[in-house]
């Protein structure tokens, strides 16, 4: 296709505008892709790469301009008509049937066959797509049996069994682990070679460069960069586009002398929700000053972990905080203890999706002067502290009064860290606290918990990436299926032994 | 395919003065419609409604009816706008007033208070016996639900026949007035003070039944607005009503929460009948609730569970009762309440999407690659 002077356009947009209350989504964007290439949307957490993508997909409808489909002008009333016009959207949270098989859930909603289903037929028919674009499911398998990579597959024939020749993929590696976002990129150029095209979403700069020919970079509703070509692009080049200024990827790490143990798990034990065991005998300190990360791969307890000292989860062992027992009480009395908790969920548990930013931002100080007034609220204090949490972190909603549902993802979690770090927590447990956030929010985040550090709160980091736990850490506990199963002083760990120990690689080397 | 297409589009945000408007809206919407099905039926919906109108706001005397039939609507309405909050779908109200006026009764009945004692004795006794059993049959489902994870829409619905058995098994039995399914009258003492009572110093209020239960009413919406809009306690169940899991992550008891919040709700249910015996009717008896604990969920809809909201509700709905017994057939006001139930459910739909209407484009000139691989 290089040898083309100008490629043919499979999508072409021109001028669009999109506006939600108080919010410019899209401010004149132009975008196009061509024939046989995926093309990468690159943006932060609200830039308005969704927003587009969903007029592309017909979800949405412009507020102005206009959007071609190999070359002809077409408007979408729905996704139906997108999907006629051969262009699919595979979004984060998938719309599949958990107890129908893969088969069935391809052939939901269309109009062949019309009565009687040929499942051995159809079964076939998927079962080739799939080969053709190098994807392993089993067309028989119920949906609730399948990874969350499988699943994904699934919506991915979906569209092709519909005739898609543009997918628009939203956030797909979100969900991935890394091996089968490798096989993802596989497919994806599989489709490409037959001269489909792909609409790569993404906030991660390594797969935006590993995986696309071009990149148009969005920031605040606007294009920075308009089809840029991937082959001289380099990470800091895109991530400047995309927050406005040079990233500060080296953290300034205050050597702080650790005070007093904080936190003290001792032999705990829990299990997790199906019952099965997640932790098993956990033994951990955490000192004053001191950020000791947790470096797992997910589901191995660490989820749980956070939920046992924070009264959240029952367990068996001795968990103390400055020297109280806390094991198995309530919520409310480790609050009161002082510490305080970034967690995973952000839309359902760490914030009231309803309720709006000031009654999300008093959560855990209702009970309290200035807000409590005997067994009343004093209404017009909790305004004027959430007004000066969301000036001061920077929280972009309309107003005080906004819905937290309506909040980006960067912004609700700048939300919750401002609701618990007011709270001048002794012990923080901050779970995923930057996971799914763009890279000008990642950094907002990690120096928000340096300065607590600093300020002598004992921090217990649990992420999945281990970039950040390592960068951040003062002290590494490897967690492996409910155990810690090493110790590392950040400093100078050993990445490859760190990997090793996580992925189980020490029970192998112990047996051998 | 139809060149115009309407689609429901979700709002992003919904403007405070919208849910107000649908409301109102939905209220007229149903008044049109049932006017329509009187017109078809061959009456004069112009003359129903007039008639309606003068039948429970006419004159002072069916104002004053009129709001002797809203009392308890009032206080049913509240029980349910409170337990609305928390998502705790308490379809129970009815049981916890038959309980409340059975509980009221019992003080009456059974010689807990000794034979003319002062009504500033018996009235309070009443209303605390009203109240207790009131909660102790909200508390049932409360602590089955909160304890064991039942469904309270079913257990506090079932309670409902329970309570309705149990109250005709003391006014067939026990307390049976020689075999009639009532209780004997009660004393002047176990009475409300009614306007009527006073007609001696202000002769205008003679033959005005409007009782102390109306103020109850009022004074319980207060409270109730205080707790639900300005209080911790209502911040707690404003919580654990948009998301259990913050809630709990907050720090919040949700198991203590739901046990007194259906506490809370079968006392005003409860209170609810122990007024309606003490203020109207003066015994207990086999039909003592028209169904008004039913009512009170249709107008804790209306209300969109705001207590100030309740009262207006529940003064309309008292007037379509009252009016039921003017209006013949009687079925009418009774079908109004059901199309303006209906109205409602739509009218929220209206408030959570836009609808747009749209003229359909020439479709996409794509040419569908065949579905099946060659």
């Known amino acids: 296709m290089s040898a083309v002077a100008a490629p043919a356009l499979a999508i072409e947009a021109r001028g669009i505008v999109k506006s939600f209350p108080g919010v410019l989504a899209n401010d004149h964007v132009d975008f196009d892709l061509r024939r046989g290439e995926v093309h990468a949307l690159l943006g932060e957490n609200g830039a308005g790469k969704s927003t587009l993508m969903n007029i592309l997909a017909g979800l949405y409808q412009p507020d102005a301009g206009e959007i071609l489909i190999d070359g002809a002008a077409v408007t979408f009333g729905s996704p139906r008509d997108a999907i006629a016009a051969g262009l699919g959207m595979v979004h984060q949270h998938f719309t599949l049937v958990p107890s129908q098989t893969v088969t069935e859930n391809v052939l939901l909603g269309l109009d062949r066959p019309r009565f009687l289903l040929h499942e051995r037929r159809s079964e076939a028919e998927v079962a080739a797509l799939a080969t053709r674009f190098g994807m392993r499911v089993d067309p028989r398998a119920r949906i609730w049996q399948l990874s969350v990579g499988e699943q994904q597959r699934v919506e991915i024939l979906k569209m092709l069994y519909r005739g898609a020749r543009i997918l628009i993929m939203d956030e797909p590696t979100a969900v991935l682990a890394p091996q089968e976002a490798l096989e993802l990129f596989e497919t994806l150029r599989s489709m490409t070679r037959e001269g489909r095209s792909v609409v790569f979403i993404s906030h991660k700069l390594g797969e935006v460069l590993a995986i696309a020919d071009r990149v148009t970079v969005m920031r605040r509703g606007v294009v920075t960069a308009a089809g840029l070509p991937t082959a001289g692009a380099t990470r800091a080049d895109l991530a400047r586009l995309m927050v406005g200024r040079s990233v500060l990827e080296s953290l300034d790490r205050v050597a702080v002398t650790p005070g007093d143990v904080v936190l003290a798990v001792d032999g705990v034990r829990a299990t997790n929700d199906r019952g099965l065991p997640a932790l098993r005998d956990v033994s951990l300190d955490v000192r004053a000053g001191e950020i000791v990360g947790i470096a797992a791969v997910a589901g191995n307890g660490q989820s749980e972990l956070a939920e046992v000292i924070t009264g959240l989860r029952p367990c068996s062992g001795s968990v103390r905080i400055a020297g109280e027992a806390v094991a198995n009480e309530s919520a409310g009395t480790v609050i009161a203890r002082g510490v305080a908790h970034i967690p995973e969920d952000r839309s359902t548990v760490g914030s009231a999706p309803n309720l709006s930013l000031t009654d999300n931002l008093i959560m855990k100080r209702y009970r309290d002067a200035p807000v409590a007034r005997g067994w009343l609220m004093d209404e017009a204090t909790a305004r004027t502290i959430a007004a000066r949490l969301k000036d001061a972190y920077a929280i972009s909603a309309p107003s005080v009064d906004t819905q937290a549902r309506l909040l980006s993802g960067g912004n609700l979690q700048r939300l919750i860290l401002a609701r618990e770090i007011e709270t001048k927590p002794g012990l923080l447990i901050a779970v995923q606290p930057t996971r799914g956030l763009d890279v000008g929010a990642i950094e907002s985040v990690h120096r928000l918990l340096l300065a607590l550090r600093q300020n002598g709160t004992a921090i217990l980091l649990i992420s999945e990436e281990l970039d950040e736990v390592l960068a951040l850490s003062d002290r590494v506990d490897v967690l492996y299926e409910g155990r810690v199963v090493g110790t590392f002083p950040a400093a100078d760990a050993d990445v490859g032994r760190i990997g090793l120990l996580m992925t189980g690689g020490a029970d192998e080397e112990a047996a051998s | ?374």
Not at chain 2, 183 to 212: C, I, N, Q, Y
């Open chain 2, 1 to 374: 395919m139809s060149p115009v297409t309407i689609r429901l589009e979700p709002r992003i945000a919904t403007p405070r003065w919208l849910s107000a408007a649908a409301t109102v809206g939905a209220v007229a919407v149903a008044l049109v419609i049932s006017g329509a099905i009187i017109a078809f039926v061959g009456g004069d919906p112009v003359r129903s409604y007039l008639h309606i109108l003068n039948a429970s706001f006419g004159s002072i005397g069916v104002l004053s009816d009129t709001l002797v039939k809203a009392t308890p609507l009032i206080l049913t309405g509240l029980a349910c706008a409170l337990a609305f909050r928390m998502r705790l779908w308490n379809i129970g109200a009815e049981g916890q007033f038959l309980l409340g006026a059975w509980g009221a009764s019992a003080v009456v009945l059974t010689g807990v208070v000794p034979a003319g004692a002062p009504a500033i004795i018996v009235l309070p006794l009443m209303m605390a016996a009203g109240m207790l059993a009131g909660a102790v049959w909200g508390v049932i489902p409360g602590i089955l639900r909160a304890r064991l994870g039942v469904n309270e829409i079913i257990t506090t619905l079932m309670l409902n026949y329970v309570a309705l058995f149990w109250i005709q098994f003391w006014v067939f039995g026990p307390w049976s007035e020689s075999g009639f399914q009532q209780t004997k009258a009660f004393p002047r003492e176990a009475w409300m003070p009614r306007l009527t009572d006073l007609s001696d110093v202000v002769p205008a209020f003679g033959g005005l039944t409007v009782h102390l239960g109306l103020v109850l009413g009022l004074v319980a919406a207060g409270i109730v607005w205080l707790i639900l809009e300005r209080s911790q306690w209502g911040y707690e169940i404003r919580l654990i009503g948009d998301s259990p899991r913050a809630a709990r992550y907050a720090g919040i008891d949700i198991a203590r929460n739901l046990i007194v919040v259906f506490a809370v709700s079968g006392a005003l249910a409860g209170l609810a009948g122990m007024s309606e015996v003490s203020g109207s009717v003066h015994r207990l008896q086999d039909r003592i609730s028209p169904g008004y604990g039913f009512t009170a969920i249709i107008i804790a809809y209306l209300a969109k569970f705001h207590p100030g909201r309740v009262v207006v509700a529940a003064i309309l709905f008292g007037a379509l009762i009252l009016a039921g017994r003017e209006i013949q057939p009687s079925g009418v006001p009774a079908m109004i309440q059901g199309i303006i139930l209906f109205a409602l459910i739509v009218s929220d739909t209206l408030v959570r999407y836009r609808v747009r209407v749209e003229r359909r484009a020439p479709a996409a000139p794509a040419t569908p690659e065949p579905a099946v691989p060659a």
